[in-house]
């Protein structure tokens, strides 16, 4: 089955620096890629997400990344903001509904002020 | 915009005892997934339906049972509770023609006693 790495599993950084989350897959199968957020208390929110047939995608301050041969995909922010503090987790699953997204352990963000 | 609505938010009971979570999805999702989320872990899928029928299956405990309803809602029933059942338990909801774009809701925190 699909196994997701995560790294690194904490980022602290200053506010307006930007932040740098990888994740790999082993699954070749695997064609969806979404990112969630996660604050303390709350369920997952969807940031942004990339299919395999697209090698990057942006939205506004976060972008995401794939390298489908070497399944990798990153998340990127920039101009991080103390509101970014969160936990931020990537998963890998089929493009297809009803299937399971398969999460990574998490990155613990903080951004100081 | 609505979201998707799980009840109760807490929930304690003892050791042996059952339970019975909701999901309400969003407004003409038709597919409904849930997650268990331990202590600083990630997501752990356990079971998805589509159209009252089940569509992926995870590591959900025989002790489990879930279904979906004409309505698109969803219940998990979790019997002879443990201990290690101690979780928080998300529901998420998708639309088959947005092929696996997954909404969380704030989930159902258990505790066992």
């Known amino acids: 089955g699909e196994n997701v790495e995560q790294h690194p599993s904490t980022l602290s950084v200053q506010e307006g620096d930007s932040a740098v989350i990888k994740c790999t897959y082993s699954?070749?199968?695997?064609?969806?890629f979404p990112w969630y957020k996660q604050e303390l208390g709350k369920g997952p929110q969807l940031i942004i997400d990339?299919?395999?047939?697209?090698g990057e995608k942006k939205d506004q301050r976060i972008a995401v990344t794939l390298n489908k041969t070497a399944k990798h995909f990153s998340l990127h922010i920039t101009e991080t903001q103390p509101e970014d503090s969160a936990v931020y987790f990537c998963?890998?699953?089929?493009?297809?509904?009803?299937?399971?997204?398969?999460f990574g352990k998490g990155t613990t963000l903080s951004v100081s002020s | 915009a609505a979201g998707v609505i799980q009840s109760p938010r807490h929930l304690i009971k003892e050791k042996r005892e059952t339970a019975t979570l909701k999901c309400y999805p969003i407004?003409?999702?038709?597919?409904v997934y849930w997650y268990q989320q331990g202590p600083g872990q990630d997501p752990q899928f356990l079971i998805s339906?589509?159209?009252?029928?089940?569509?992926d299956k995870g590591s959900i405990p025989d002790r489990f049972s879930a279904q979906q309803f004409s309505d698109y809602h969803s219940e998990l029933n979790m019997s002879s509770l443990e201990l290690g059942d101690s979780a928080l338990y998300f529901c998420?909801?998708?639309?088959?023609?947005?092929?696996?774009?997954?909404?969380f809701g704030a989930g159902t925190r258990l505790s066992v006693l």
């Open positions: 998420a909801s998708s639309l088959v023609g947005q092929a696996n774009i997954q909404y």
């Open positions: 699954d070749s199968a695997s064609n969806y």
């Open positions: 990339i299919r395999s047939n697209v």
């Open positions: 998963a890998a699953s089929l493009n297809q509904a009803g299937t399971a997204l398969i």
């Open positions: 407004p003409r999702h038709d597919t």
């Open positions: 339906f589509y159209e009252k029928m089940q569509s």
